[in-house]
């Protein structure tokens, strides 16, 4: 560092979080220097485009569109990477370890496909690789499970992991308005990736789990081979019809640990979650997320998921504990919560559970029981079965929970059920979530 007295910061990307995390260290610049005894001075920031208009005003002069000029600035001592992506990310961040800097991200994709690289990297060249920010907004789950829970094994993780769509399911719940306006008003509130997709179908809050299942487990789970689904097939019938049963409809990530076997599962899906859960409870723009621990039981963390301040916030609380790692104050250098054994990848016949099915048939006799006899056929058995008639199309919907089952045994009944006489369209699979599955 050039200056004991301050600290620098490039920040690497200035869109929603990136001016929240400067318009943060500039309000609360004698704050930090009070708990760090060190200045903390945001200096520069990369842009995509420099005309842009921005809620947050900085002199010209300290906005680039060359990232790289800032990672190379000799004057900066620490960067906050938040420009997302992959490989330009990656890049740039290896190049700041090599050069001595420490990094701060947001960035959970590029922690998914290349984390154990990184941290590998950061501890090679002696640095600090912080990620907070990465997962759950304002919530602190992954200090949480580095430090404060370091003595328990996690046999369950699970949770809210995306406050979008969290917003979404909750407004067309309340409100009973149609997906599409939801998100409507979601774009306008800047709740929205710039890639819908990520929020949408899931595959944000899959980012979010990979890690999670990493720092309990010390398992990189392949994206590719999770499942991963999203909301856009969520209807208005779905969410009532799961009230009914007790329950919400909720885009949960799932991580359980089978310590027979120290076999792992991983999956990120719409579910009905029992209204006893707080999980279940929390609505809006909230993450939650429930660990259940060996020493501690169980323990829920709920915080603001989606906006500018809550991820800004874990940015900033990452750059302090890096200053205080760089000036001896306090450092962990703990990555990772490895439980002692290795831990395997689950096979689909091992993931067991009960699930809610909607179907659209024709409205006839017998179309109920050529149903029940197709999922039958794949060991599926029916718990509760209602229907009702769609209007003047000759068609009804039959929404069916089943007993429990596991993965393999429903893929191939839904496989079957889409080529079924009678029945239009693809089945609407949700799983129905249950945190003590062993009780059955």
């Given at each position: ?13 200035f ?26 001075i ?8 420099l ?34 992506g ?6 740039l ?7 001595g800097k ?36 304002g ?14 094994e ?101 991580i ?21 859960e ?16 060996s ?6 963390l709920?915080g ?70 197709c999922?039958?056929?794949?060991e599926?058995?029916?718990a ?15 929404i ?5 089952t ?23 699979l ?11």
């Open positions: 560092m050039n200056d004991t007295s301050t600290i620098k910061v490039g920040i690497l990307g869109g929603t979080v990136g001016q929240g995390t400067w318009k943060h260290l500039e309000e609360n610049a004698d704050f930090w220097e009070k708990i760090l005894g060190v200045r903390l945001p200096s520069r920031a990369s842009v995509r485009t005309d842009k208009e921005r809620k947050v005003r900085i002199p010209s002069d300290l906005l680039t569109t060359d990232s790289q000029s800032i990672v190379d600035d000799p004057d900066i001592d620490l960067l906050c990477e938040l420009i997302g992959i490989e330009e990310a990656k890049r961040t290896l190049q700041a370890f090599s050069l420490s990094v701060v991200t947001a960035n959970k994709a590029l922690i998914c496909e290349h984390g154990e690289e990184l941290f590998q990297a950061a501890e090679a060249a002696g640095v600090h690789y912080a990620f907070e920010a990465s997962v759950a907004g919530i602190p789950i992954i200090k949480v499970l580095r430090e404060s829970l370091v003595a328990n996690f046999p369950l993780i699970y949770g809210i992991l995306n406050g979008t769509s969290n917003y979404i399911l909750t407004r067309m719940e309340n409100e009973g308005a149609s997906f599409d306006s939801v998100l409507d008003d979601a774009r306008e509130l800047g709740y929205v990736e710039a890639d819908e997709a990520l929020d949408l179908d899931g595959v944000d809050a899959a980012h979010k789990a990979v890690i999670l299942a990493y720092l309990a487990h010390g398992l990189w789970v392949d994206l590719k081979d999770i499942t991963v689904e999203g909301i856009s097939k969520i209807s208005n019938e779905d969410l009532n019809a799961a009230l009914k049963l007790g329950c919400k409809i909720k885009l949960i990530g799932v359980r640990r089978n310590f027979d076997n120290n076999h792992v599962s991983v999956g990120v899906y719409p579910a009905l979650v029992p209204m006893a707080i999980i279940a409870r929390t609505d809006g723009v909230y993450n939650g997320i429930s660990l259940t621990g020493v501690v039981g169980t323990v829920v709920t603001r998921g989606a906006g500018q301040d809550p991820t800004a916030g874990s940015v900033i609380s990452d750059l302090v504990d890096v200053v205080k790692g760089i000036k001896g104050i306090s450092a962990s250098s703990k990555l990772v919560h490895v439980s002692p054994n290795q831990c395997l990848p689950a096979q689909a016949i091992e993931i067991e559970g009960c699930y809610y099915l909607r179907l659209s048939v024709y409205d006839k006799p017998g179309q109920l029981a050529k149903v029940a006899e999922l039958a056929d794949h599926v058995s029916l509760t079965v209602s229907q009702s008639p769609q209007g003047e199309n000759e068609l009804a919907s039959i069916l929970t089943t007993h429990q596991n993965e393999h045994s429903i893929a191939r009944a839904i496989e079957s059920l889409e080529g079924l006489d009678g029945v239009r369209g693809k089945p609407v949700f799983r129905m979530f249950d945190p003590n599955p062993e009780k059955e």
